[in-house]
């Protein structure tokens, strides 16, 4: 489990803090030199793989300038504030850049806030040691700019006023207009701001004012609120000073009061604000980081391999939940397939119970199926009547003298009858069909006139059943002993009728 830990650096050494529920604890504290460099480095190896730090500097050697420049963002911006913190910081590492607004006229040009510590030797032994240890740092941060994020106007009321809070550093001023830090000054003291404030605190406080009035950041004559972020005792320090007059107001904010307001845990009554910027400094995220961002590579791949392993943890708990999910569907689905077994053998002993009920068959049941496959066979030969009436019809029409009496027809198996399949079977089977006809009355006795009219009719009708059409019987008998009689031998023939039959072969149903 990560802890998170607070570094609070000053010109005196190091002192290490570890945060719990919101509170800053005093874990070890290191001087400035080599040996406890030595012992910081040898403390910070052995819980750096379960700590994240945040580094809070507190040094008097810093440095503020506010310059105006066109208000332009992204990579350009960058690059602008980049080439502005070279101009005023030359070859300073550890230094920010903060907007303070937009000018209200004219090009609403933006007003930059440019800090800086100026001298890096105070804070390059503990971050080499951190950075040679590949130890978690979120970021490296100042008290100026950790006030400014604390107190703007929006969330703690102050507008144009002179901040004072002690620290174990010493005694810090910082001028906030409209909310927002302008200038911030140190005066440090080895026995913290207390100390200094009971003895010289009123004189640094004027010495502020009048280089705040010198640098035209405050009119000469204007009153400013003195904002004394301490307790009652500390108040009633300065107020016996005589320090407040016209110009300077003296203004009691209690830590007590400010955490309330910022929903911090309470510190406790003493004058001293560190736990207050140590709890602020928990909360705050988004607080100016100072410096380059090589120091904070380690804290984003801890973090980046956090990512990958939660994201891995969630494709994790979506393939179990993925894979319990088929694991209850299998068992849903063999508990209905064991339900459809089930119903298949109930319904397969209530078949095998019907048939034990029923009446002993008059044939073996393997006959009875061949019976019944040739009755199916039989049923699809059955051949419409319009398949043996249409050549007969066209026929008939070009010759309307005839008249039909009957039409008998019959399935010649012969052919078929060494298929196996009942579509061969079908396709290899022939009907016959023999037509009666009845000639005209007037043809009696006209016996060249009959048969003329027979072969005429039978012609036809090939041109529409085939080349199997024969004439079966003529209306009259050759023999050989007699002739072919005209009109003339009518008398004699009246009494026979006159009848022609024809045949005629089609194809089976399963052929054209």
Known sequence: MSSRHILYITSDGLRWFRLKSGRAELFASFDTGEAGQQVFAA???????????????????????????????????????????????YGNTYTAATSLGREKTGRRDERILFAAVTRQAVLEPWIDALTRTEARVSGVHSVPLLLD?????????????????LTPAGLRQSFLDQGRLRFSRLTAHHDGGAGLLKGSGSDEIRKTHAYLTGQRLLARGEPVDVVVMAG???????????????????VLAPCSTIAARLKLPAPSE??????????ALDREADCLHLGSQSILRFHRIHFARRAVFGAAAVVLVAGLLFSGKLWLDSIDIRGHADLLRQRAADQDVRYRELIGSLPPLP????????????????????????RILQPLSRALENEPELTLVRVRWQID??????????????ADTRVIATADLRLPDYLEGDQRGM????????????????????????????????????????????DRPAALEIQYVLKGPGKN
Request: glycine residues 6%; charged residues 25%.
């Open 149 to 165: 994020r604390m107190l703007e106007r929006k969330r703690s009321g102050f507008g144009r006023c002179l901040l004072i809070n």
């Open 363 to 386: 044939a073996p049941l393997e006959q009875l199926r061949t019976l019944i496959d040739d009755i199916d066979r039989l049923e699809s030969l059955s051949i419409p009547a319009i």
């Open 43 to 89: 403390r910070l190896a052995e819980v750096r793989e379960t700590a994240t730090f945040a580094v809070l500097v507190d040094v008097a050697d810093e440095a503020f300038h506010v310059d105006v420049v066109p208000a332009v963002s992204g990579s350009d911006r960058r690059a602008m504030l980049n080439r502005k913190l070279a101009q005023h910081f």
């Open 270 to 279: 003493s004058g001293d604000s560190l736990p207050l910027l140590l709890s």
């Open 413 to 426: 198996q012969s052919s078929a009858s060494a298929t196996t399949t009942a579509a061969d079977w079908a």
């Open 451 to 494: 048969i003329e009219l027979s072969e005429r009719f039978s012609t036809t009708l090939t041109r529409y059943a085939g080349d199997t059409v024969r004439i079966v019987r003529l209306p009259i008998d050759l023999q050989s002993s007699q002739t072919l009689r005209g009109r003339e031998g009518r008398e004699a023939l009246s």
């Open 232 to 250: 009652e005792r500390e108040f009633e320090i300065l107020a016996g000073q005589q320090l407040g007059t016209d110009e300077l107001r003296l």
